[in-house]
């Protein structure tokens, strides 16, 4: 890695507000302190969407590969036909492709080593089904691309993070997919995460019960206590901080979630409902458990805000310092492991000094 971070960034559906949240946050002059920005998109949708938005103070640097990238400018890579239609609001088949090609000459480059960390724009998740994209989103399509058994979607603010055991799936198959190992294996997925990602030697995780009260001992469903408990405790014997299962509602309406590093869900809107109650303009989606670092913005297309300039840019913000971030502590801790007593020793000897 160079000394000056690169991070790509995925244009994401050309119809929403994915261009506008980029490009306020790129008009944060700290961003560049930080790392060097590459868009992966197009030259001219990104003009089109300055002019509707009346954004004169920022141009990109147009480049062909992510080596030529100017360290003191946000620069733009063409993935897609100059001849693309933008049509602000709408989900259109073109929006799809321009997308997926994007994603795709990022991921090509992050595979080559080319840029450090990836953050994807929000795209539209029918729209951009096709042969070579059959995912039910991001988090799916970058496991396959690089390699990893199993990824976890975490969802990080400033006053907690959230897993999910199981991710995009209808509510109706839930309980029928979650098992002892599967929750077990996204603890450890969690707990490495949370070692290595955030920097945090011994992480507190919170386990969420699948059922109302955590299943009320049986009688509102046994699964909490044959299924989650299991798990919880397997943790446990295998030195993970883990506990529970926890009653949802009251976990989060007491603020029992402030006590913990790490919170997993048992389905997605279990845990993402009151993350974004609480974190929603801040929050950030991280793939957790892939060999490289993926975050986006915790908002989706948001149709109906396109072209108004009304769009809280901040959550695409914190995914870029989010990806800056973990990129150095999993350096840091690749270093730690490699030679763990010469980094005893500088502590002992800075403590000393001091």
């Known amino acids: 890695m160079s000394s000056r971070m690169r991070i790509g960034i995925t244009h994401g559906d ?39 938005l009346n954004i004169n103070n920022l141009s990109f640097n147009a480049i062909r590969t992510a080596d030529e990238a100017s360290p003191r400018k946000a620069n733009l890579i063409n993935c897609i036909n ?17 997308a997926f090609l994007a994603l795709k000459k990022a991921v090509e480059d992050l595979k080559a080593g080319k840029i450090d960390a990836l953050v994807t724009g929000p795209i539209n998740k029918h729209n951009i089904q096709s042969e070579q994209f059959s995912f039910p989103g991001h988090t799916e399509y970058l496991a396959r691309e690089f390699g990893a058994e199993d990824v976890l979607m975490f969802m990080v603010g400033e006053t907690m993070r959230v897993g999910v055991v199981t991710g995009h799936v209808p509510l ?5 997919l ?32 699948l059922n109302p009260h955590a299943g009320d001992q049986g009688i509102i469903g046994r699964e909490d206590m044959d299924v ?34 790490g919170i997993l869900a048992m389905y997605h809107d279990q845990g993402l409902i009151p993350f974004k109650a609480l974190t929603y303009e801040g929050g950030v989606n991280f793939t957790a458990g892939l060999p490289v670092v993926r975050t986006s913005p915790a908002h989706g297309t948001a149709y109906e805000l396109a072209g108004k300039n009304e769009a809280n840019e901040n959550s695409f913000r914190q995914a870029l310092y989010l990806a800056c971030d973990v990129v150095k502590n999993r350096l840091l801790f690749k270093e730690i492991s490699t030679n763990p007593l010469k980094h005893y020793e500088l502590n002992d000897s800075s403590q000393a000094a001091s």
Do not use: W
């Open 14 to 52: 050309i119809n929403s507000i994915s261009y506008e949240v980029i490009m306020k946050a790129l008009l944060d002059p700290r961003i560049l302190e930080d790392c060097t920005p590459i868009l992966y998109g197009s030259s001219k949708v990104a003009a089109y969407h300055r002019k509707t």
């Open 172 to 176: 109706a198959e839930v309980a029928q």
């Open 82 to 98: 100059d001849e693309v239609r933008v049509e602000l609001g709408k989900s259109t088949p073109q929006a799809g492709e321009a």
């Open 228 to 261: 989650v408990q299991p798990a919880v405790q397997k943790a446990k014997e295998e030195g993970i901080l883990a506990f529970g299962p926890f009653p949802s509602d009251g976990f989060f309406g007491s603020g029992s979630f402030k006590k913990f590093d």
């Open 178 to 209: 979650i098992t002892t190992d599967k929750i077990l294996q996204k603890i450890h997925l969690m707990n490495q995460s949370l070692r290595e990602d955030f920097a945090i030697p011994r992480p507190r995780i919170a386990v969420l019960g």
